[in-house]
């Protein structure tokens, strides 16, 4: 039997992020887990986020994958406030990941799950921030890892794997 663990991803990725993607879904596969998540093996019978939560409940762990959805060449931060204020320089882009990625994280942490979050090049905010959980937050594995990026990126999730694999067996 394996082991469900919710995993938060945006459903439409572009090649590159499919396949960081894939890298993922296999060191889950690999380790006997169960990827749950609305819109992919889930669908929802109840509002979204209510469903979103009826899932998790069931699940050992989370997986979160912020991988860039929305990204913007002009903007301000914190617009009218002073000294906070900044504005995008004219080279410089911003990169958002999918909302559901805070707000699934949001009730993977409030249920206690052990997070494992990756996130996109540029994707910063919200539970990308460092220091935000007790979780390290790694970059999304390439594609294509040499092997020492493979063994590096299997201890990552070994250890997460033994808390979900604790929090599923009652240990």
């Known amino acids: ?3 469900p663990v919710f995993v938060s991803s945006p459903t439409a990725l572009n090649p590159a992020q499919a396949a960081s993607r894939a890298v993922v879904m296999s060191f889950l596969d690999d380790l006997h887990m169960e ?9 929802p019978s109840e509002l979204p986020l209510r469903e979103v939560l009826v899932i998790a409940r069931h699940c050992a762990g989370g997986v979160i ?10 903007g301000t ?13 004219k080279s410089e882009t911003a990169a958002f990941p999918s909302p559901w990625n805070h707000l699934e994280a949001g009730i993977l942490f409030g249920l206690g799950l052990p997070l494992l979050i990756f996130r996109e090049s540029g994707i910063s905010g919200g539970v990308f921030d460092n220091g935000v959980t007790d979780v390290f937050i790694h970059p999304t594995p390439a594609a294509r890892l040499a092997e020492a990026e493979r063994n590096s990126l299997k201890e990552v999730f070994l250890k997460w794997h033994s808390k979900a694999a604790a929090r599923y067996y009652g240990v």
């Open 35 to 43: 990827p749950r998540a609305l819109g992919r093996s889930d669908y």
């Open 77 to 89: 931060w914190k617009r009218g406030v002073g000294k906070g204020e900044r504005t995008l320089g």
């Open 1 to 3: 039997m394996k082991i």
């Open 65 to 74: 994958l912020g991988y860039e959805q929305f990204r913007a060449s002009a």
